[in-house]
């Protein structure tokens, strides 16, 4: 779904949200309504498409959490109503490339750190979470709900392809359209949205925010607010 440049988004009064925010947001540019149908539809396309394969999901923190929360919950009720049962096991890492609403030319990757295991066999058996990451067939990517330039998600795929997993997709809520493009597109992605600073449904402005439901365009008040 693409949304328009001059796309003017949602009025604040139409929708409910929390009141520490009141006066720091410009508009809704996506409500959560939305958001949860189009999750929908990604769980969908995504159970189409990996046929026999099992899944391993490398949750990217922070932003990425509610997504991939909500998406790996739509493709395991997709499981239960279907005649074969998806494996799916969850790891985590934490990216942080942005100061404020500037991002960073150098980018920190924390945790889910042992890649190896990763190397691709096959997996027929649901593996418990205090078991490894290994012999894995389908590996996905979710990014931290947004992908603008691509750099970002081009380091973190660089660092995980050399343990040879044998397939990776990736899916995000949002694309940004930027003035910076690389070519870059996940596999898998909700919405493509104008270069904006964006908030809510986990994305964060300096840790704040992640508490909205719908995602919304911080305004210039919000961001003298809180930024560090």
């Known amino acids: 779904i693409q949304i328009s440049d001059n796309w003017p988004g949602y009025s604040l009064d139409l929708f409910t949200y929390p009141q520490h925010y009141y006066g720091d947001l410009e508009y809704v540019l996506i409500p959560h309504g939305i958001i949860v149908d189009r999750t929908e539809r990604l769980a969908k396309d995504i159970v189409q498409d990996i046929g026999d394969n099992d899944i391993v999901v490398l949750c990217v923190l922070k932003g990425g959490y509610k997504f991939c929360a909500d998406l790996v919950e739509h493709i395991k009720n997709l499981s239960r109503n279907s005649e074969r049962f998806i494996s799916m096991k969850v790891d985590f890492v934490r990216l ?133």
């Open 96 to 228: 942080k490339s942005y100061h404020n609403d500037q991002s960073m030319q150098d980018m920190q990757i924390m945790g889910g750190d042992d890649f190896s295991k990763l190397t691709g066999k096959s997996l027929s058996t649901f593996l418990l979470f205090s078991f490894p990451l290994c012999l894995c067939t389908l590996f996905f990517l979710f990014y931290k709900d947004i992908v603008g330039t691509g750099r970002t998600m081009k380091v973190l795929l660089n660092n995980i392809e050399k343990y040879k997993p044998k397939m990776i997709k990736v899916a995000s809520l949002l694309v940004k359209r930027t003035s910076r493009p690389d070519g870059y597109r996940p596999d898998y992605y909700g919405f493509e949205i104008p270069d904006l600073f964006v908030v809510g449904y986990a994305l964060d402005y300096n840790e704040h925010f992640r508490d909205l439901n719908h995602i919304c365009v911080i305004n210039d008040h919000g961001k003298a607010k809180y930024r560090v």
